[in-house]
């Protein structure tokens, strides 16, 4: 069965960072069914190499839908080379933890997928940690959000913006709740909504909590029932 190309971006200026290839042209993508390994490498390095501080950060390669209606399921990344055949998890947001690997750089390794990969979009994904907890130190998520901005422009995304706020994303079948507990005082259970995970996806469905700096008090916690599919940075 013939594979499918894996097209690319260049950059996103959301709550994550996009730092591929930049696009393809619709000749190129038939001409090639793949990308290389060498090209999505020199990319996701930046992330590993980048000296500010990011310890709230996390950096993924993603595969997220050009349009609305593209379902990942069943979508499977494949990493292949002479020496190493190996399947790279995708979680339910289309991300995966980047091997690095010498002899997949060596060997000028494929990275494939088993779909038509022109509904796809690829990228270095940055993102805000999760906690197994589900506890937040408001105090660190507004780090954690200047963290990523400040990421975000050293990649050259995002001139001008501003962290206003962070964004919690669940399955929409996740009952959590999300509740901002000050340091003296009653809890508030923050609002859920439906859509995208990211501010900029178009996949859409998923159960979103924004949690904005302006609206609590700067001492307290953010504490949630079960652990997010993901954090955003809220930038505008």
């Not at 390669?61 to 292949?80: C, M």
């Not at 706020?165 to 009952?175: A, I, K, W």
Request: charged share 20%; glycine share 6%; with cysteine.
């Amino acid at each position: 069965m013939r594979r499918y190309a894996i097209a690319s971006v260049v950059v996103s200026a959301v709550a994550a960072c996009t730092l591929l290839c930049g696009p393809r042209t619709a000749a190129a993508q038939e001409e090639q069914d793949w990308i290389a390994y060498r090209d999505a490498y020199r990319q996701m390095i930046w992330f590993e190499k980048y000296g500010k501080p990011k310890q709230f950060l996390q950096s993924h390669f993603r595969i997220r839908p050009r349009e609305k209606g593209t379902s990942l399921d069943g979508l499977r990344l494949n990493l292949n080379s002479k020496t190493i055949q190996l399947s790279l998890p995708l979680d339910a947001l289309g991300r995966a933890v980047f091997p690095f690997s010498k002899a997949a750089y060596d060997d000028n390794a494929e990275l494939t997928l088993n779909r038509n990969a022109s509904q796809f979009r690829t990228a270095a994904w940055v993102s805000i940690v999760t906690r197994a907890d589900g506890v937040y130190a408001a105090a660190d998520l507004r780090t954690a959000c200047e963290q990523l901005l400040a990421y975000q422009q050293y990649a050259g995304a995002a001139p001008g913006k501003v962290c206003v706020g962070v964004q919690f994303s669940f399955l929409r079948s996740d009952p959590a709740e999300v509740v901002f507990q000050p340091a003296g005082g009653a809890s508030t259970l923050l609002a859920v909504r439906e859509g995208a995970a990211f501010p900029a996806d178009v996949q859409s469905g998923f159960r979103i909590v924004a949690y904005r700096f302006a609206s609590f008090p700067e001492n307290g916690r953010i504490v949630s029932s079960s652990v997010p599919l993901a954090i955003a940075a809220l930038l505008e």
